[in-house]
């Protein structure tokens, strides 16, 4: 009975604000974790778990200008993410303990709060691709300010383990379900989808190729690089920056017979200007410094 109460408009409503707290408190929580890790204050605490756990959320509202943040609105939201903040405070665990804690709340709260997105969205009157990119939003947008607050790259930009693209999954997975009219299996299915990508990806490494290593790997594409690396032109060298060759380097720039007395070559003057050209400047020893050696 309760199952089939879901599936209605209040029902619906309901598990959603569920989903959506859970989420605020546990990506509160990771919030504070982070913040322990980096020796921050108590007020440190609080504003790193505002943040993280109200961040997504509000800018979610504020982009599909269905009137005040939900946040701002509702007097659970605010306290639920202090409390948060304020276990990861007082409640010490062991890394390891961290780590797998860790794991997990970021998988669900990906879960969670994609689906919170496209429900929210959906009660907006927007379109299903509105949707997926709402329910992205919202699940990466609070982890998203809270590393550009602590000036650190975030990390839905890659250099790890599958992340915004689970959230797009999720995203993706309750709209199907929804527009099948099965919202209730989208909630699972998208949380349960989360919760194993993002498994894997720490289990195993999964993440998407960047764009230094992705290389088409066939012949045209191989000519196509050794022609371009044929045509690109030096780099010139820093004004005022000199590079000294090695003195047993000399010997192969003098002409056969030449001795290394006046108007030879001086081994520590040898050195490589301006553009590369491939003329080297090769300064002659004064006349004064040569006749002198020769006295």
Known sequence: MVFMNLLTVDGLAAVTNVLDLAGVFASALLGGAVARSMD???????VVGFVS???GGMLRDVLLQNGP?????????????????LVAFF??????????????LDAAVIGFWAVVGVQRTFDAGLEWPA????????AVGGGVGRDLLLRRVPAVFGGNALYASVAVAASAVMVGA????????GIVAAVVLSLLLRWGAVRWGWGLPNGRNWQPQSQLASLLRRGRG???TPRPVRPGAARLLRPGATRLLRRPGQDAGAGGLHTGSIRLDGLHTGALHLDQEAPDRADHRED
């Open 40 to 46: 921050f204050d108590l007020f440190g605490f609080l």
């Open 53 to 55: 756990g109200l961040g």
């Open 69 to 85: 943040p939900v946040a701002l609105t509702d007097p659970l939201y605010v306290p639920v993410a202090v409390a948060g903040a």
């Open 91 to 104: 409640v010490s665990f062991s890394e390891r303990g961290w780590d797998r804690l860790f794991t997990f």
């Open 131 to 138: 949707a997926i990119i709402m329910g992205t939003i919202t």
């Open 178 to 185: 929804s527009a099948l009219g099965s919202p209730t299996i």
């Open 230 to 232: 044929r045509g690109r």
